[in-house]
Nanobody, 124 residues
Framework: VRLVESGGGLVQSGGSLRLSCAVT?????????MGWHRQAPGKEREFVAGISRTGESIYYSDSVKGRFTISRDNARNTVYLQMNSLKPEDTAVYYC?????????????????WGQGTQVTVSS
């Protein structure tokens, strides 16, 4: 299984970005929950948003709730993270991850496949 993120970049405060995560090497029987995590310099990697296998359940961290939207297209094996009203504190490397279970988890230990990450930089 391979995850490849794209869509990161440099944006001004208040701007928007849309991240994509393409999943390859898995079958329809292996579809599980997916999550976005981020890691800022000198900080621990933190959970940002998660979406269940079917997309019916979604969960956000308090720091991004109301500004970020996670979605998925199982037919395209792709997960998205729409990020609006970006703040300088959102600056981090964003990682897409595939969970071991079908329901959402905010625990890093529940994710067994990770992408290489994409840099998001928000200038003030």
């Amino acid at each position: 299984v391979r995850l490849v993120e794209s869509g990161g970049g440099l944006v001004q405060s208040g701007g928007s970005l849309r991240l994509s995560c393409a999943v390859t090497g898995s079958t329809s029987n292996d579809i599980t929950a997916m999550g976005w995590h981020r890691q800022a310099p000198g900080k621990e990697r933190e959970f940002v948003a998660g979406i269940s296998r079917t997309g019916e359940s979604i969960y956000y961290s308090d720091s991004v709730k109301g500004r970020f939207t996670i979605s998925r297209d199982n037919a395209r094996n792709t997960v998205y993270l729409q990020m609006n009203s970006l703040k300088p504190e959102d600056t981090a490397v964003y990682y897409c991850a595939k969970s071991t279970i079908v329901s959402i988890s905010n625990l890093k230990a529940m994710y067994d496949h990770w992408g290489q990450g994409t840099q998001v930089t928000v200038s003030s």
